[in-house]
């Protein structure tokens, strides 16, 4: 079993940035594949950004290419996301989440690959 604990998340300005991180529990933090969703409000789960085990191959939403950077501190069991230059529909619920399914990043975007989430934390982004 593995936990998840998002934290980072708050009200920011259109233009801002804010910084994510995820906490695992997990023993073999670098085997497993790392992602970020995000919920909007009436609006599907979707995948913001992967890292694939070990770091070895990120993935990218075209809404956020540019602007997000996914990063993994396996020895500290954590993966980040850098968020730049935050629009107003960047706002959602953000999850961590992680799968045991190992393949290449752009191969992993699909909640239902993923085995563990987060409890999620909201981002705002205000005009």
């Known amino acids: 079993q593995v936990q998840l604990v998002e934290s980072g998340g708050g009200l920011v300005q259109a233009g801002g940035s804010l910084r994510l991180s995820c906490a695992a529990s997990?023993?073999?933090?670098?085997?497993?594949?790392m992602g970020w969703f995000r919920q909007a409000p009436g609006k599907e789960r979707e995948c913001v950004s992967v890292?694939?085990?070990?770091?070895?191959?990120?993935y990218y939403a075209d809404s956020v290419k540019g602007r997000f950077t996914i990063s993994r501190d396996d020895a500290k069991n954590t993966v980040y996301l850098q968020m730049n230059s935050l629009k107003l529909e960047d706002t959602a619920v953000y999850y961590c989440?992680?799968?045991?399914?190992?393949?290449?990043?752009?191969?992993?975007?699909?909640?239902?690959?993923?085995?563990?989430w987060g409890q999620g934390t909201q981002v705002t982004v205000s005009s």
């Open positions: 890292s694939s085990y070990r770091g070895g191959s990120t």
């Open positions: 989440a992680a799968a045991t399914f190992l393949a290449r990043a752009n191969a992993v975007v699909a909640a239902a690959q993923y085995d563990y």
């Open positions: 997990a023993r073999t933090f670098s085997s497993y594949t």
